[in-house]
Nanobody
C-alpha cells in the first residue's frame, strides 16, 4: 500500500521558517518524482516545487515563481523522505501543503487540477502564516 505522509506544518509568524516532510512508503522511491502542491482556502490547488527521481535525474528540482529563492526541496533516499524548507514565509503562503508522487515529469504543467496527473497523494499538512 502506497503512503505519503506529510508533517511539519503549523503556525508561524511572517518572516519565519518551516520545514515540511513527506515520508513515502509502498513504492520504489528512487523511481518517482515527488511534487509539492498547496491549496489555500477558497483557491485551486497549485504547484509549488518538484524534485526528480533519483533513477532519472538526481539533483533536478524546479520551483514555481513564488517559491524561488525562498523554498528549497530535497530528498533523503535512504529515509524515503522528501523535505520542503520554507523561509521568509508570508501570509499568502497559508495553505494546506500536499506531497504527491508521479512517474512522469512535469505533469503538473500538462494535466489539470486537482490531480495534476499525480499517481499518489498525501493527505496534507496545514501551514498558517500570521502577519
Amino acid at each position: 500500500q502506497v503512503q505519503l505522509v506529510e508533517s511539519g506544518g503549523g503556525l508561524v509568524q511572517a518572516g519565519g521558517s518551516l520545514r515540511l516532510s513527506c515520508a513515502v512508503s509502498g513504492l520504489t522511491f528512487s523511481n518517482y518524482n515527488i511534487v509539492w502542491f498547496r491549496q489555500a482556502p477558497g483557491k485551486e490547488r497549485e504547484f509549488v516545487a518538484a524534485i526528480a527521481a533519483l533513477s532519472w535525474n538526481a539533483g533536478l528540482s524546479v520551483y514555481e515563481d513564488f517559491a524561488k529563492g525562498r523554498f528549497t526541496m530535497s530528498r533523503d533516499n535512504a529515509e524515503n523522505t522528501v523535505y520542503l524548507q520554507m523561509n521568509d514565509l508570508k501570509p499568502e503562503d497559508t495553505a494546506v501543503y500536499y506531497c504527491a508522487a508521479t512517474g512522469s515529469w512535469a505533469t503538473w504543467r500538462t494535466s489539470s487540477p486537482p490531480r495534476y496527473g499525480m499517481n499518489y497523494w498525501g493527505k496534507g499538512t496545514l501551514v498558517t502564516v500570521s502577519s
